[in-house]
Nanobody, 126 residues
Framework: QVQLAESGGGSVQSGGSLRLSCTAS????????MGWFRQAPGKEREGVAT???????SYADSAKGRFTISRDSDKFILYLQMNNLGPDDTAMYYC????????????????????WGQGTQVTVSS
């Protein structure tokens, strides 16, 4: 079975950094595309960064240059390093996985992510 669990969220000042972690199964890392998504208050959920099963990373335009997605295959963990955070980054962040998934880096739209974690809250203050 595929099980995902996020951690690492919290409250930081503008300009600060956080690293989110998603614990996943070995099967998930080897056969699924994975990614990080977020939903801010009053807004639709959007893609932030994805990592294909073969290793290719993709980033939303808003995340490029600030966020880095990576994985530790030996420990079955997916990471999202977030630097230079601002209030617009405040959201619930979710880890997800799926087969034949799609992510539009310009609009943040996504499709085909079938398994989701419960989310971890990120709050950035001025």
């Amino acid at each position: 079975q595929v099980q995902l669990a996020e951690s690492g969220g919290g409250s930081v000042q503008s300009g600060g950094s956080l690293r989110l972690s998603c614990t996943a199964s070995e099967y998930t890392h080897s056969r699924y595309n994975m990614g990080w998504f977020r939903q801010a208050p009053g807004k639709e959920r959007e893609g932030v960064a994805t990592l294909a099963h073969h290793g290719t990373a993709s980033y939303a335009d808003s995340a490029k240059g600030r966020f880095t997605i990576s994985r530790d295959s030996d420990k079955f963990i997916l990471y999202l390093q977030m630097n230079n955070l601002g209030p617009d980054d405040t959201a619930m962040y979710y880890c997800a996985a799926g087969v034949a998934a799609n992510f539009n880096t310009r609009t943040g739209a996504y499709y085909g992510y079938n398994y989701w974690g419960q989310g971890t809250q990120v709050t950035v203050s001025s």
